[in-house]
């Protein structure tokens, strides 16, 4: 086993609500065991032009309630090149770092896993996006709050809807995957999800409309900004064409459901995360994901985290259809 006795750890791609509690956990155990903590700024962007501070317990106080990031975050496009990948290497070796853990999404691991196939600076990931799209873990830091977030939403939104008989088209976020808007579309008895994984709920939601059933109801549609037929606007155009007795609106949640204090699912995950990548940095490891499995901790190879396709449960889509019939 090396000694580890440097880490840096930074954030990375869009922020998630939760990161600050990883943060914390990473800093909080490195010290417990004897490890000195560089907080790495700006994602990527941060090794490239060493943006660098020491992190003590006192600086990780206080912010395991917050939203966003401390260390802040960015998509670095320079760290897909090269040069900008011997940069970041040189400025992490110049401040001795022995590891990193990196929190973030799909495209921070595709960095990590690049980067540690050339060099020899452990990476450890921890799974932090809304989007719960990671492959090998059953949450992401994030979503658990961002589905609180946007059912909140949709349950005023039902008010009004409700009041005047209307139907809302609610675009929620998920980048190419349907898992927020499932679990939020089931959470607030949506009348139909629209998600990118599957073909055939536009012609259930058609079927509906043409039932006439609901018309004089109100109607809650979720639409996952990746699905294929172009999101709320696009769709919600479309039928208020085919079916002009409809009241038809949309909303777009966006990155309000980026924003938000934890809840308390994702900063116990965060917390059990942040603790465990330490661990694993500790016992050798690199390029590896810690995810949590049936509420286990699992290292799961970045390989894998970022090849493998998570699908959603398609059982959840059956089960929200019958709910809402
Ligand atoms: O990956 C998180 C996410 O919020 C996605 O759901 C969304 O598609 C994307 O980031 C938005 O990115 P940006 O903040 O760069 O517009």
Same mark, same amino acid.
């Given at each position: ?8 750890v930074?954030?990375?791609g ?10 914390r956990?990473? $800093?909080?155990?490195a ?27 006192h600086?990780?106080s206080?912010?395991? *309630? ?16 090269n ?8 400025? &992490? ?13 799909d495209?921070?691991?595709?960095? @990590?896993r690049?980067f540690?196939?050339?060099y ?12 719960n ?15 609180n $977030?946007?059912?909140?939403a ?21 980048a190419? @995957?349907?898992f ?15 998600i ?19 018309q ?20 919600a ?6 079916y ?12 309000? *459901? ?16 942040g603790?465990?990548?330490?661990e694993?940095?500790?016992?050798? *490891?690199?390029? $590896?994901?810690?995810?949590? *499995? ?17 699908d ?10 019958? &709910?809402?019939?």
């Amino acid at each position: 086993m090396t000694k580890i006795k440097k880490i840096g750890v930074m954030t990375s791609g869009g922020d998630a609500p939760g990161m600050n509690a990883a943060i914390r956990a990473v $800093t909080r155990t490195a010290i417990y065991n004897n490890i000195e903590v560089i907080g790495i700024r700006e994602g990527y962007t941060g090794m490239i032009e060493k943006l660098f501070t020491p992190l003590w317990s006192h600086d990780v106080s206080d912010i395991i *309630q917050r939203g966003g990031t401390i260390l802040k975050t960015a998509r670095c496009m320079e760290f897909k090149t090269n040069e900008g990948r011997e940069k970041a290497y040189r400025n &992490l070796k110049e401040v001795n770092l022995d590891g990193v853990v990196v929190i973030g999404g799909d495209g921070t691991f595709t960095g @990590a896993r690049i980067f540690n196939e050339e060099y020899d600076i452990p990476f450890v990931g921890i799974p932090g996006t809304i989007d719960n799209d990671i492959y090998g873990t059953d949450y992401t830091i994030g979503y658990d709050t961002a589905l609180n $977030t946007v059912v909140e939403a949709v349950d005023k939104i039902r008010d009004t809807a409700s009041a005047h008989n209307r139907m809302f088209f609610v675009e929620v976020m998920g980048a190419e @995957a349907g898992f927020i808007a499932i679990r939020s579309g089931i959470a607030t008895g949506a009348e139909a999800i629209i998600i990118p994984e599957t073909r055939d709920e536009v012609k259930k939601l058609n079927a509906l409309m043409e039932s006439g059933r609901r018309q004089r109801a109100s109607n809650i549609v979720i639409v996952a900004e990746g699905d294929e037929e172009g999101g709320a606007f696009v769709l919600a155009n479309k039928f208020k064409k085919l079916y002009p007795s409809y009241d038809i609106r949309i909303t777009v949640l966006g990155h309000l *459901q980026r924003g938000g204090s934890p809840s308390a699912f994702d900063r116990v995950s965060a917390s059990r995360l942040g603790f465990s990548a330490v661990e694993a940095l500790m016992d050798d *490891q690199k390029s $590896t994901m810690v995810g949590i *499995q049936n509420n286990e901790i699992v290292l799961v190879p970045f390989r894998k985290a970022i090849k493998l396709h998570k699908d959603v449960n398609r059982d959840m889509l059956a089960i929200a259809e019958i &709910l809402s019939s």
